[in-house]
């Protein structure tokens, strides 16, 4: 059962994480009105920029990933609670 919750929440942080990192790149659009900086190595942006939005888009994803994480183990533990108040199987 330890493996389940383990393999359980990181699923949950993996697809959080995704999903953050596009959600991110979809509002840096809409706010900055350029795309997102995809290479690091390009010359023709602004080191600043670059910067900024290598930490926006590292906090965006240890958050979301934490906070599912969390959410999923917090649902296993509830699903285990509701097992133990109903008792075994007949």
Do not use: C, N
């Not at 809409?30 to 010359?43: L, Q």
């Not at 602004?46 to 994480?69: E, R």
């Amino acid at each position: 059962m330890k493996l389940t919750k383990r393999l359980y929440a990181t699923v949950a942080a993996v697809a959080a994480g995704f999903i953050a990192g596009h959600l991110v790149k979809l509002v840096w659009r809409a706010v900055s009105g350029h795309d997102a900086p995809e290479d690091a190595d390009d010359m023709s942006l602004s080191t600043i920029q670059v910067t900024a939005f290598a930490a926006v888009v590292a906090a965006a994803t240890a958050i979301a990933q934490t906070l599912a994480s969390r959410k999923a183990l917090t649902a296993l533990h509830r699903g285990e609670a509701k097992d133990l108040v109903a008792g075994p199987p007949l």
